[in-house]
């Protein structure tokens, strides 16, 4: 078992940056590979970013390309999100997930999740 709780969502202009967080505990997270997801009302939970047990591998959806970094501190069990240049089509929860599988390949991979946390950005 995993827990995974969020932090650092909140309000910010479109231009700025946010810092989201994940904590973990129970089982060491280095054990799984971990993804950033967000959702917006009345829409479908999408993949935001993604990284392997070792860090080795990261990916991004093309939304967030180029502005948006995901990292992991193993020795601390964290997962972070550095956001740059956020956009009004940035607001949504955000959800920090963890996956058994090596090479996540969708969300139905991922077996623990957050309670997520509030992004929105203002125009």
């Known amino acids: 078992q995993v827990q995974l709780v969020e932090s650092g969502g909140g309000l910010v202009q479109a231009g700025g940056s946010l810092r989201l967080s994940c904590a973990a505990s129970?089982?060491?997270?280095?054990?799984?590979?971990m993804g950033w997801f967000r959702q917006a009302p009345g829409k479908e939970r999408e993949f935001v970013a993604g990284?392997?047990?070792?860090?080795?591998?990261?990916y991004y959806s093309n939304s967030v390309k180029g502005r948006f970094t995901i990292s992991r501190d193993s020795a601390k069990n964290t997962l972070a999100l550095q956001m740059n240049s956020l956009k009004p089509e940035d607001t949504a929860a955000y959800y920090c997930?963890?996956?058994?599988?090596?090479?996540?390949?969708?969300?139905?991979?991922?077996?623990?999740w957050g309670q997520g946390t509030q992004v929105t950005v203002s125009s």
């Open positions: 990284i392997s047990r070792t860090g080795s591998s990261i």
């Open positions: 997930a963890a996956s058994s599988h090596y090479i996540p390949t969708g969300i139905y991979d991922y077996d623990y």
């Open positions: 129970g089982r060491t997270s280095s054990n799984y590979a």
